[in-house]
């Protein structure tokens, strides 16, 4: 994604990806941040299980033949802990038994070997877009509209630019309009691990945001966070 300009429109949240060809898991980490989500990667099961037990992801892509724990357990032991996170599993072509074991143990959607990475980005647009409650692909408050196919937003039907990590924060905060959501939860979900999470950027990018678009657009809650409200709600 050009870090000036908004990308091709995904979703921009945090995704696990758990593959252990490192080739395929790379080339996922790739394709997926090139898109623009923020991305963390495990190699076997037993580092998958152990992420999404303990950081928040807004989906995972999750291959089923891991080496210490496979992936059916690992889905299995995530969905008996309460995680609720959108899950899309990788199956062999031709293996419905394991496409019906992955849906069976809580998987939300699947994706055969080989795919197009078209194909999985759209798949995990979809997903983020039905757990998160927004049906449609189009993302509005007042008159911001976001679309998130094509990356586009406009303020009164007029086009804005906005940089990539504008981009991101305000799709979250559109993808969680009416709630507050705290700087944290916005720093995990737009950036991956290795991020500072003591950095002050969020305040920064929210001032650029109301400038843009209109200092009522973003509500700071003081000491809890930030919400975006629908005015004609």
Known sequence: MSPGLVGQGEEIMRVLIVEDEPSLGQQLKNTLEGAGYAIDLATDGEEGLFLG?????????????????????????????????????????????????????????????????????ARLRALIRRASGNASSELTAGGVRLDTRSGKVTLAGEPVKLTAQEYKLLSYLLHHKGKVVSRTELIEHIYDQDFDRDSNTIEVFVTRIRKKLGQEVITTIRGLGYSLEDPDA
């Open 53 to 121: 037990q303990t950081e928040s992801y807004d989906a995972v892509v999750l291959d089923l033949g891991l080496p210490e724990i496979d992936g059916l357990t690992v889905l299995d032991r995530w969905r008996k802990e309460g995680k609720v996170m959108p899950v899309l599993v990788l199956t062999a072509r031709d293996s419905w038994s394991d496409k019906v074991a992955g849906l069976d143990a809580g998987a939300d959607d699947y994706v055969a070997k080989p795919f197009q990475s078209e194909e999985l980005i």
